[in-house]
């Protein structure tokens, strides 16, 4: 598998949790990952450090694809790919 430029993903739908604790994070990437179709990307914005240990670990256990993150302004951008 190659290395993603995360820079240049386009995300079909976003999902924002910034300001919000864990579980809220992954919840609302769970929400938003209906948003999105099979093959398509969810970003999810969150400013809560546990985000970077859980949404991979559930990316990968209900089957989706987790690209990595990207740090911004007080805040990570997180890209998953759907894959179901």
Do not use: Q
Request: glycine share 10%.
């Amino acid at each position: 598998m190659s290395e993603i430029d995360l820079s240049t993903i386009e995300a079909a739908s976003t999902a924002d949790a910034r300001g919000s604790a864990c579980p809220g994070p992954l919840l609302e990437a769970k929400k938003g990952i209906g948003k999105v179709k099979v093959g398509e990307i969810l970003e999810i914005f969150s400013n809560d450090s546990g985000t970077r240990l859980d949404v991979p670990a559930w990316s990968k256990k209900v089957g989706h694809e987790y690209l990595g993150f990207l740090e911004a302004d007080g805040y990570d951008k997180h890209y998953v790919r759907r894959k179901k």
